[in-house]
């Protein structure tokens, strides 16, 4: 009997320990326009999200966000882009990153910023105007991103500031 109670515990622990180390991420949005679409499509073209919150168990690499204003293309084109990655570091320099781009195809169209909740607050990036420069608007530009090197990173994007 104790061999069974061994094993039944070492596996709730394993289990457990599982659940703790699980990796998740969320996206929420904040639409103070009051009109549109938020968009959170994943680098291969699936809608994640379309105004609800998005979580991810694991990590979210490449997703794009924007506000479908019914000027913009199906890859956020003539619009305000955010682009991230939501990951935990497993080296100094591999965690998350998000940033703002106004690179043609890409225009301005709302306000539109983001910040990380949770550990990396108040780490983020506003865009209020077509010449912001916390925005890449050509692809030399310095870079804009904004990194996150704590586990399980959660975004809040926020539409016309």
Wanted: hydrophobic share 35%; glycine share 10%.
């Amino acid at each position: 009997m104790f061999p069974r109670i061994k094993a039944a515990t070492f596996t709730m622990i394993a289990v457990a320990a599982g659940k703790a180390l699980a990796e998740t991420h969320t996206i929420t949005f904040n639409n103070n326009c009051h009109t549109g679409t938020p968009m959170l499509i994943s680098q291969t073209g699936q809608v994640l999200s379309t105004g609800g919150a998005f979580t991810s168990n694991g990590p979210l690499r490449g997703a794009i966000a924007y506000l479908q204003t019914g000027n913009c293309g199906f890859n956020g084109e003539g619009c305000t882009l955010l682009e991230t990655t939501l990951v935990n570091p497993s080296t100094p320099g591999t965690g998350s990153s998000t940033d703002l781009s106004l690179i043609p195809p890409h225009a301005f169209s709302v306000a539109t910023g983001f910040g990380y909740i949770g550990a990396c607050a108040p780490a983020g990036a506003d865009c209020n105007n077509p010449n912001c420069t916390t925005a890449f608007h050509v692809q030399a530009d310095p870079p804009v991103q904004v990194p996150c090197e704590q586990d399980n990173a959660d975004l809040v994007i926020t539409f016309c500031l």
